[in-house]
């Protein structure tokens, strides 16, 4: 796991969605759980407000979650923050998915239509409402110059080709970190298993102890009862 990209990714995305301020924050948080929000003030040298602020906004998306608890000596709650890195990503790749359909549905335009332009109010118009203002820039009456599209139509293709990458290798951090994630909850499950078997090792001996000793009781009171016979006759 290329955990420096992995935050890069994070930082880039917590800013587009909360703000400069993010950067810092998320920084912050990458790779770790509950974290103390006074203390995410004290380290990124923002205010409560500022930090709280990027918080809320992040949690808007469902990026990060926090616990509260009580502070006994000052009576009041702090809040402690995890984010959801696997979560981040899913946006992430959500984000670039859409960009992508985007830019297809440009280009498509752009190699079955044809586009005009002002000279000079550099305003660009389709065919359909140039024929309508008879080629001629409903501002300025300048005449319209046909759009040459090419060059644009290569930055669009080179743009697509860099963000299809770009997903592919957020997808496999992604999958990485949902990797991890599995291995953990089974790491867990096995030693919630493990406890519970001793448990029933420790709470079955209990139980033959007490059968063992109800049963040496009873061998007793038996004992006893022919020998008060016996004493009867
Ligand atoms: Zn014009």
Known sequence: MDKKFLTKLLKSLGERLAGKNANAIIELLVGKKDVNEF????????????VRNVLYKLAHHNLISAIRKKDKRKGWYIYYWTLDSIRALEL????IDKEIKRIEHEIKKRET?????????????????????????????E??????????????KKRATTLEQEIIEVRKIRDELME?????????KAARQ??????????GKKKTMKKSAARGKRKRSGKKKKESRKRKK
């Not at 992430?92 to 984000?95: P, S």
């Not at 005009?116 to 305003?123: S, W």
């Not at 599209?149 to 290569?154: A, H, T």
């Not at 991890?180 to 867990?188: C, F, G, L, M, P």
């Open 92 to 95: 992430l790749i959500e984000m």
């Open 113 to 141: 239509k044809s586009f005009y332009v002002c000279p000079i109010c550099e305003t660009e118009f389709s065919e359909e409402t140039a024929l309508l203002y008879e080629f001629t820039c409903p501002e300025c009456g």
């Open 143 to 156: 005449v319209l110059q046909l759009v040459d599209s090419q060059k644009y139509l290569k930055e669009l």
């Open 194 to 203: 493990k406890k519970k078997e001793r448990k029933k090792k420790t709470a």
């Open 180 to 188: 991890e994630k599995k291995k953990r909850e089974t790491k867990k």
């Open 39 to 50: 203390k995410i003030a004290e380290k990124t040298g923002l205010t409560i407000n500022q």
